[in-house]
DNA sequence: TCATATAGTATCAAATTATATACTGTGAGG
DNA sequence: CCTCACAGTATATAATTTGATACTATATGA
């Protein structure tokens, strides 16, 4: 089943971190599982944008890389629980600061979103952190 | 050209900072370019496995989103340097520590992984490569 | 009986990303 | 003349990722 995802970062660390929470939906959900666990069909409606079977494969790859738990209560109808492992917990502040980073660099927002800009609303310029 | 990678993130932050840096080469090109300026060919030796094309592509996309600088010297034969940019720059902390985050849990060094680990080289135990 | 909710699978199609290979034009070196 | 290095393009193909849609089983409730 698994692809050979962790083959490809023979060169740096970089790219295992990013195999790991680098694709479209992976990040998104840690970041949605750090509030606490959740169900299937919570995340599911949590990201709407996400399909049943992307939200399965994404959630399994995780899982296989020790990021998320995922306890199966043999109940009917069926109910699973995901939450993050100590592993996963460990990006915590990463997963913070890219969020961070693309609110502070990337203010686009779109037709619906808003995110009000926080002060000098310069799209372009924003060096706030670290210069 | 540009596909429309700047749709998806309506929903959050984190994928813009993942769109921007999250692809297989683009976060390595970055890192190598936190050294300093680098040619064409300079990256091209210093990360052998993505071909030219790809690293023109990335190149260019990184370019485009304003993170990287190009420029151009009118010589024969040709002369390129590749430099972050400010917003560039603004990622290095994330950077490193991406990097530091897969040095520190992902520690599966494979055999031919020699990538200057920088100074507490933390020498955990590595999962089996279950592959 | 029928629909609903749960947590998924199964298939197929489309989009995206990556690779391989050959080619460009120029100047230098042999 | 031939080849190399430079910084790419062009073309075709392969691999991977994502999406749409339909389907599973079972209990509950109307």
Redesign the pocket.
Same mark, same amino acid.
């Given at each position: 089943m698994r692809? &050979? #995802?962790h083959q @490809?970062y023979t060169c740096c660390p970089l790219e295992a971190a990013l195999d790991v929470m680098g694709?479209?939906?992976k990040a998104t959900i840690l970041f949605r599982l750090l509030d606490g666990t959740r169900?299937?069909?919570?995340l599911?409606r949590l990201m709407p944008?996400?399909? &049943? #079977?992307?939200? @399965?494969?994404?959630?399994?790859e995780l899982e296989a890389d020790g990021m998320i738990r995922?306890k199966?209560f043999p109940e009917?109808?069926?109910?699973?629980?995901?939450s993050l492992s100590e592993l996963g917990r460990t990006l915590e502040p990463l997963l913070r600061e890219l969020y961070q980073w693309g609110q502070t660099h990337i203010q686009r927002r779109l037709p619906g979103a808003a995110t009000e800009p926080p002060s000098g609303s310069n799209e372009r310029d924003a060096r706030a952190p670290s210069n």
């Amino acid at each position: 089943m698994r692809k &050979q #995802r962790h083959q @490809t970062y023979t060169c740096c660390p970089l790219e295992a971190a990013l195999d790991v929470m680098g694709s479209k939906w992976k990040a998104t959900i840690l970041f949605r599982l750090l509030d606490g666990t959740r169900r299937f069909n919570e995340l599911r409606r949590l990201m709407p944008n996400v399909t &049943q #079977r992307m939200l @399965t494969i994404q959630l399994r790859e995780l899982e296989a890389d020790g990021m998320i738990r995922r306890k199966v209560f043999p109940e009917v109808p069926p109910k699973v629980e995901y939450s993050l492992s100590e592993l996963g917990r460990t990006l915590e502040p990463l997963l913070r600061e890219l969020y961070q980073w693309g609110q502070t660099h990337i203010q686009r927002r779109l037709p619906g979103a808003a995110t009000e800009p926080p002060s000098g609303s310069n799209e372009r310029d924003a060096r706030a952190p670290s210069n």
